[in-house]
């Protein structure tokens, strides 16, 4: 059972009488038969908390410099429409105390919290979000990583991997993107996916008649490898309930693991990378789907961009001349860290050039930045 | 000066075991010299106030049904390596208190209630989400409504309206959308523009090069009318000022309240339209960018699908035949306040069909519905 938590907010012009204010709002606290304590603050303010019927909660903060704020928690049976009054009420009541002193009142949502479907994935930037997301589909460990994939009333399914939002039925803008935002022709060429295992770009690509796609994903063999050995996702397989949950995204291309213009690796990529360097492959397109750009230098993430160099290092030797390299890089707000990026591609053993775009992904409530890279 | 309000929940397989979990957190609050009150819950669970330095207020509360919820609330000036350092010694003692019994531990990106910027702006299906905003550049009372323009660090600036958030400089896909989507030809065409004071769809109406467009905006005068009737924005006008936020919208194009091909009539739309009908006055496009649908049918808002209703139906009069109405309808998720509006298509004096298209406008932060309407 969840708890909802209100929160009601007044800006004053000048701080209020702790007295006159507190017993002005007395009779609505008695008429709840709420059990009040005044706690001591030592001078920061009053503070008061009150214990109500059926688990309620509630605390009237007066801040000494102008701002009273109120928190009321109750179990998720309670009635909403008596705790609905119980603010008006409230509101009502500060409102005349106050009146003329107000400079702003504000109620929030209440947050809903403990509930079996969560429904706040914050931001890459770090601010808090809240979904409308009423159904959980698939909640799995893999070796690598945390997999959910939760329905959401506008944007379908999203997946989130470890608790970051990364794709939703709704986000083929970020397929577009990541693609080359629908500037270029892949009919007849040669493309390489690293990761991408939601399979978006993926049956995008396979749409456009390309040559050859080659996708390398390792996290598809990562819960039960001996199912993806089948070449075929027999429903025994965690990934079977993963992509009936993904389809509107990854549609039945990748119920086999090759076709006529495909091929998929269930492999790490380095490797598979290293070797197309030895023997000289190369693509048109190399996409790398595989994870954001790290946001931070800090000594635990060093090993993380080095990581990212090294694909980057890899998939530029494995371009064509006139190939294009396509990536996310991540949040628009994240300057810092798409600076260290756009370092890292100056460090690469061949020059290149980069371009990048802002595009809106539906799901993220974020803008998100795209890089195109190629040889100089 | 802000609070700070950190939220830190643990939903657990079974109830934990009151006695030995607050004893084990105990050694935590009497480092922090915190100040503790056991409150009696009448059964609802244990629950335990802490107040410490500086103002800090701690709620701790174990809930018979397997959830643990803590608050911290920490004024602005509070150390935050200090505050973190406390949650992170709470997250971890509890899971060493209770491992095993954690399903789900939740921190959320922690609200700052009472800022001078307020970033918490609900969207139109009330989920809580919070903005980047860093400054506010425009706030003002209008006869007709509250006007604030805030500074997105990722949306540019936006309007919002009373609270809701109208238009931001990322958002050329709604203008785009009540305009038709792209796939209309206004070249030599007749437009007429009901709302829309924010001037978006104007401006980029009138590159478009129409026959005649002609807005008819009430709001524009509506702070004060003597400045308007300068026909030019002279920098004593409220409006001014608004333009200068909002110029990556609107461009240069209201500077002046007539043009080669368009003309603004700060007027109500009601007699507008009713002397145009009156005159067999005629346009190809018709834009109503007066408000959102509204979301009830609860008495107070009869009047509104009234007004609703009206315009609408004088609207269809002043179409020509293969003429065109576009215009907004609400957040894709009000589904019900959608079918309502749909409904009222079917009661106008004219007979129309319609059709709808779902987009992302980017600050929006839940896809938004338009309505193309045509006489049948």
Request: hydrophobic share 30%.
């Given at each position: 059972m969840a708890l909802r938590h209100y929160i009601l907010d007044f800006n004053l012009s000048a701080p209020a009488d702790y007295p006159s204010t507190v017993r002005g709002l007395q009779s609505i606290f008695q008429e709840q038969e709420m059990t009040e304590t005044v706690h001591d603050t030592e001078g920061h303010g009053y503070l008061a908390t009150f214990i109500g019927k059926n688990g309620r909660f509630l605390l009237l903060r007066l801040h000494s410099h102008g701002l009273v704020t109120l928190d009321l928690q109750c179990c998720e049976g309670d009635n909403t429409a008596q705790v609905d009054n119980l603010l008006n009420a409230l509101e009502k009541k500060m409102k005349s105390l106050l009146h003329g002193n107000i400079r702003r009142v504000k109620r929030l949502p209440a947050l809903t919290r403990?509930?079996?479907?969560?429904r706040y994935w914050p931001t890459a930037d770090g601010r808090l979000v809240e979904y409308d997301i009423d159904r959980v589909l698939y909640d799995e460990d893999s070796a690598y990583q945390n997999i959910k994939i939760l329905h959401s009333q506008q944007f379908g399914n999203i997946l989130i991997l470890n608790g970051d939002v990364n794709l939703a039925d709704s986000d083929l803008p970020y397929t577009q993107a990541i693609m080359?935002?629908?500037?270029?022709n892949y009919t007849g060429k040669e493309v390489l996916i690293l990761?991408?295992?939601?399979g978006g770009n993926f049956a995008e690509a396979v749409k456009l008649k390309p040559k050859m796609i080659t996708m390398v994903e390792i996290?598809?063999?990562?819960?039960?490898?001996v199912d993806v050995l089948l070449q075929g996702f027999v429903m025994s397989s965690p990934w079977f309930w993963f992509w009936t949950h993904m389809r509107k995204t990854c549609?039945?291309?990748?119920?086999?693991?090759?076709g006529d213009c495909y091929q998929v690796l269930v492999e790490d990529c380095v490797p598979v990378l290293k070797k197309y360097v030895e023997e000289g492959k190369t693509f048109d397109y190399v996409i790398n789907d595989?994870?954001?750009?790290?946001i931070s230098t800090a000594p635990e993430e060093d090993s993380t961009w080095e990581f990212l160099r090294l694909i980057l290092d890899l998939s530029i030797k494995v371009l064509r001349p006139t190939g294009k390299y396509f990536t996310q890089g991540n949040c628009a707000n994240l300057t810092e860290a798409l600076t260290l990026y756009e370092e890292q591609l100056g460090r690469l053993s061949c020059p290149v050039d980069f371009s990048k775009e802002v595009v809106c992904v539906?799901?993220?409530?974020e803008l998100w930045v795209f890089y195109t890279i190629w040889k100089k």
């Open positions: 403990g509930a079996a479907v969560d080359g935002g629908g500037k270029e990761g991408g295992g939601d996290s598809f063999g990562s819960l039960r490898p549609g039945s291309v990748l119920d086999n693991l090759t595989l994870t954001a750009v790290p539906p799901s993220y409530m």
